[in-house]
C-alpha cells in the first residue's frame, strides 16, 4: 500500500520557502571571461521521464555545455528552492511557485517556459468510475491526491471550486493530500484519496487501464497556456551570463524541435535517451508521451504566465496586493532562438530519424 504525505496544513509548504528564500544572496561584480565561465549545469531530473534539458543535450543543442545530473525530485517547489540555495544550477516549478519563491527574495530569475497546457498536455482530477462525486460541491470533505502542494494542482483545485460557487469555508474543507505520481492511480483505487490528479504519461496509462473518469481538467479550466518556468539562480546568471544563453537558448530549440517533430520519433528520442542514462527505469510509460504543452515559441515568457498567479496569490493571503511585478520575475535576454534555429532543428530531425 502507498504512504501518503498528510500535511498539517496546504500551507506547510509555505514555510519551507522561507526557510531557503533567502540562504543565497546575489554575487557582486560582472559576467566573467568566457573561459573562466562553468560548462557545467547541475539538477535534479524526474524518473522515468526526459525533461527538456535532458532532450537539448541530447540532441546537441547545448553545445559544449554539459548537466550533471545529482537526483530524482517530485516536486516543481523542492527543485526551484534547491536552485535558489545553490544545490543545484537550475530548477523548474509551476509559475505560482515561482511568485511565492520570488516574493520571499530569493535570488532566482525564471529564463524559459518548460512546460504548459493544451488539449494534448494536461492535468486532470480522476476518480473512480463508481465514485459518487460528480461536482464541485462533493468533493467538500474528501481527499485530493497530487504531487505537491502550494503548486499547479492545488491552483487548479482552488480555481475550480472558486468557479463553481464554493465558500472558503467550504474550499478548507476539501483536503490536499501529497501523493507520489508513480502511486496516485494505486491509491485512488486503494481508496486512500477519493480524487487523484493525473497528467501526461500517467494519466493515459491509467486511461487505457480503465475504470476511472475525469472530474474536470485544468486544459477545461484554462485553456491553452504555459504553466512552469526554469529558473537559474541570480548569481549564476551574473557569473555566467554565455553559459546561461547556450542553456536556455539550447532549451527553445529543444521545445520547438519536439513540436516540429513526429510524436513517434520525439518518442524514440526520449527512450534512447532513458536507456543510455542507466538510471534503472522503464522506458514504456513514454509511448503516451503528447506534449510538452508550452504555449509561446520557443519558450519565451510574458507577463501573463505570472499574473494570473500573483493575483490567485493575493486573494488567497498567501501574498500581498502589489507585492510582486509580473515583470520583474523573468527575463528573455538569454533566450537567442531565431529563424536559423529552426531550420537547424528541422535538419537535426531529419538526420536523427529518431
Not at 75 to 87: F, K
Request: charged share 25%; proline share 3%; with cysteine.
Amino acid at each position: 500500500m502507498s504512504t501518503l504525505i498528510t500535511p498539517s496544513s496546504r500551507r506547510q509548504f509555505l514555510t519551507l520557502l522561507g526557510l531557503s528564500a533567502v540562504a543565497v544572496s546575489c554575487g557582486t561584480g560582472g559576467g566573467g571571461a568566457a573561459k573562466d565561465q562553468t560548462k557545467t549545469l547541475r539538477y535534479q531530473g524526474w524518473a522515468g521521464s526526459v525533461i527538456l534539458p535532458e532532450l537539448a543535450e541530447d540532441l546537441g543543442f547545448l553545445e559544449d555545455v554539459k548537466l550533471k545530473w545529482v537526483g530524482n525530485t517530485i516536486s516543481g517547489p523542492q527543485d526551484i528552492q534547491s536552485a535558489a540555495t545553490g544545490q543545484v544550477d537550475f530548477g523548474g516549478a509551476f509559475n505560482g511557485a515561482v511568485v511565492k519563491l520570488a516574493a520571499r527574495k530569493a535570488p532566482i530569475t525564471a529564463v524559459i517556459s518548460y512546460y504548459g497546457v493544451d488539449k494534448a498536455a494536461y492535468n486532470g482530477f480522476y476518480v473512480l468510475k463508481d465514485s459518487p462525486i460528480r461536482s464541485a460541491r462533493d468533493l467538500v470533505g474528501k481527499k485530493v491526491g497530487m504531487n505537491t502542494l502550494g503548486a499547479h494542482s492545488e491552483a487548479m483545485l482552488d480555481i475550480y471550486l472558486q468557479r463553481h460557487g464554493l465558500s472558503q469555508a467550504d474550499v478548507k474543507k476539501v483536503e490536499p493530500l501529497v501523493v507520489p505520481p508513480v502511486n496516485t492511480e494505486q491509491s485512488l483505487w486503494q481508496k486512500q484519496i477519493q480524487v487523484g490528479v493525473l497528467g501526461d504519461i500517467l494519466r493515459d496509462k491509467a486511461l487505457q487501464t480503465g475504470g476511472i473518469r475525469p472530474l474536470f481538467t485544468d486544459y477545461q479550466l484554462l485553456g491553452d497556456f504555459s504553466a512552469g518556468t526554469y529558473v537559474l539562480n541570480d548569481r549564476f546568471l551574473k557569473e555566467n551570463p554565455d553559459t546561461a544563453r547556450t542553456f536556455v537558448t539550447g532549451i527553445a530549440r529543444a521545445i520547438e524541435w519536439a513540436r516540429a517533430t513526429p510524436r513517434d520519433e520525439v518518442i524514440a528520442r526520449q527512450v534512447e535517451i532513458v536507456k543510455k542514462r542507466g538510471r534503472n527505469e522503464g522506458t514504456a510509460p513514454l509511448k503516451y508521451w503528447k506534449s510538452f504543452g508550452v504555449a509561446e515559441t520557443a519558450g519565451r515568457i510574458t507577463d501573463k504566465e505570472f499574473q494570473l498567479w500573483i493575483d490567485w496569490l493575493a486573494e488567497r493571503g498567501d501574498i500581498e496586493k502589489g507585492q510582486v511585478k509580473a515583470s520583474d520575475l523573468y527575463t528573455n535576454e538569454f533566450n537567442a532562438y531565431s529563424r536559423k534555429d529552426k531550420q537547424s532543428a528541422a535538419r537535426t530531425t531529419s538526420k536523427s530519424g529518431s
